[in-house]
């Protein structure tokens, strides 16, 4: 059974490391199915998921194409330990995450931010966007302050997806080529050469173990 390894790609006893890179390839890909099921949902009802630990909360916002991951220390005694999921369309109606991304699409003349005048730069403007932000924010009536990142379904779905497409190129395929009686390297049908692929000049497995 084709194990994986082409020999160059994995040094010997890296089994470990081999397992626990399909496990990660695994999860990645669940978490790339779940993001881009919770995508479409987003479109149709906001969603929300707290996680309050040792006075510590991490908050999860989404709605129409965009997650808010918000993580804020609370004062002491402040907020039960807990974790929680919500649903709210009223929220989605309301476009409340995309309305504090891009507080000012169209500024009015002469506005500032932060004393300096506002330009539409591709920090203030571009990403914002697209989806893109951080903010921190001040809660004046609990002293607390707050750190959110902004990131659209997309990216997110994207980023989770790079891991399985290695582990598909690298592990998946030369399997699948295996199974089928193809050439690990370039897929050519070795049926009626077993010994040597015709295309790309490989050696497979077996004729070199039977060789050894
Ligand atoms: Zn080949």
């Not at 804020?72 to 402040?78: A, F, K, L, S, V």
């Amino acid at each position: 059974m084709w194990d994986g390894s082409d020999g160059a790609s994995y040094e010997r006893g890296g089994d470990i490391r081999r397992r626990l890179f399909n496990l990660a390839a695994a999860l990645s890909l669940v978490l790339c199915v779940g993001i881009a099921a919770l995508w479409v949902l987003s479109f149709w009802t906001a969603g929300s998921m707290v996680c309050n630990v040792w006075h510590r909360a991490c908050w999860a916002f989404a709605e129409r194409n965009l997650i808010r991951l918000e993580f804020h220390e609370y004062r002491e005694g402040d907020e039960p330990n807990g974790v929680g999921f919500y649903a709210n369309p009223d929220y989605a109606k309301q476009s409340g995450l995309w309305d504090e991304l891009r507080p000012v699409l169209n500024p009015p003349v002469g506005m500032t931010v932060n004393g300096r005048p506002f330009n539409r730069s591709v920090h203030e403007y571009l990403l914002p966007a697209i989806g893109l932000g951080y903010r921190r924010t001040e809660y004046p009536n609990s002293q607390r302050v707050g750190y959110r990142v902004y990131v659209p379904h997309w990216l997110a779905a994207l980023a989770f997806a790079l891991l399985p497409t290695v582990w598909y190129v690298r592990v998946g395929r030369p399997r699948w080529r295996y199974v089928r009686g193809c050439c690990v390297h370039c897929g050519y049908d070795l049926r009626a050469t077993p010994e040597r692929c015709p295309e790309c000049g490989a050696k497979p497995q077996a004729a070199v173990g039977a060789a050894a």
